[in-house]
């Protein structure tokens, strides 16, 4: 076993491990963080289906930002969308046969990394172009950009440029899973590649890109407009009354 697979499969392990305690500590504050104030973004449903068909809508259609701006829509659409059919794509390197459905969108996949780096692009040219944008980018904002155009710069580049040994890499990621090592096909553009996934898998939970869990915590979005109905009150206001 060469020193490479060993570094790679033990940055592997660390990278998950903190991708999965950094999201669980994560969802666990959010979820006891309380909301002391009713404020739905109105006009808001009155009941809670309603607020569940809201957010599906917001979820898979990102109304409110459809609403806010069309520009910024179109290429946080075209990004997110595309990165769910790469990520689907990519699930035939986790398992053994591959599933049907995942077989299925193999041809989409590979368009859809082109999609994914334009939408990224026009994400990130907005944040030099529109002065207002700039002036509140931050360097993390940068950075979590430059990351995810780098994963799939050199994804696309293994694809259209350099083949890498795409049976070697299922070996290794199997063996990871089933904690019986493989060797790492030596590619430079692959080891890119997949530092840059580690990275991004142990950043997540400590950035901005916790707006996937994020949105579902957002008491402008998951309230009820029901403040006549029910008194809404804080667990630790109704403490105070006591
Ligand atoms: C452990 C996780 C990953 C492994 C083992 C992996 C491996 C690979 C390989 C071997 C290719 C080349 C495919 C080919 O030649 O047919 C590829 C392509 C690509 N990867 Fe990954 N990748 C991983 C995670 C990711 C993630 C998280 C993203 C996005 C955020 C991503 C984005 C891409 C893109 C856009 C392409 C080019 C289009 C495509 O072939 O689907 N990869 N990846």
Excluded: C
């Excluded at 697979?5 to 979820?31: E, N, S």
């Excluded at 990004?79 to 077989?103: G, Q």
């Excluded at 995810?148 to 890499?169: E, S």
């Excluded at 063996?175 to 080891?191: E, I, Q, R, S, V």
Aim: hydrophobic content about 55%; charged content about 15%.
């Amino acid at each position: 076993m060469s020193a490479l697979t060993v570094i790679f499969a033990l940055v592997f392990y660390a990278a998950t491990a903190l991708l999965a305690a950094g999201l669980v500590a994560k969802i666990r504050q959010y979820w006891r963080t309380p909301a002391p104030l009713k404020i739905p973004t109105t006009p808001a449903p009155v009941r809670g289906s309603g607020v569940a068909w809201r957010m599906a809508r917001e979820v898979a259609l990102f109304e409110s930002l459809f609403k806010a701006n069309k520009w910024i829509w179109v290429f946080a659409v075209l990004f997110h969308a595309a990165l769910l059919l790469v990520l689907l794509r990519h699930l035939r390197y986790f398992t053994e046969p591959v599933w049907a459905p995942v077989a299925l969108i193999q041809p989409f996949g590979i368009y859809a990394g082109f999609a994914m780096v334009g939408g990224l692009a026009g994400l990130w040219a907005r944040r030099f172009l529109v002065d207002r944008i700039r002036y509140i980018s931050t360097y993390s904002d940068h950075l979590m950009l430059a990351l995810l155009v780098g994963v799939g710069l050199t994804g696309l580049g293994m694809k259209f440029v350099a083949h890498t040994d795409i049976v070697g890499v299922k070996a290794f990621i199997l063996g990871l899973t089933y904690f019986d090592w493989k060797p790492l096909p030596a590619d430079p553009l692959l080891m890119l590649h997949l530092l840059l996934v580690a990275m991004l898998m142990a950043v997540f939970p400590f950035s901005k890109l916790l707006h996937v869990p994020g949105v579902f915590f957002s008491p402008t979005r998951n309230q009820a407009d029901d403040p006549r109905e029910h008194r809404h009150i804080a667990p630790w206001a109704a403490q105070l009354e006591k």
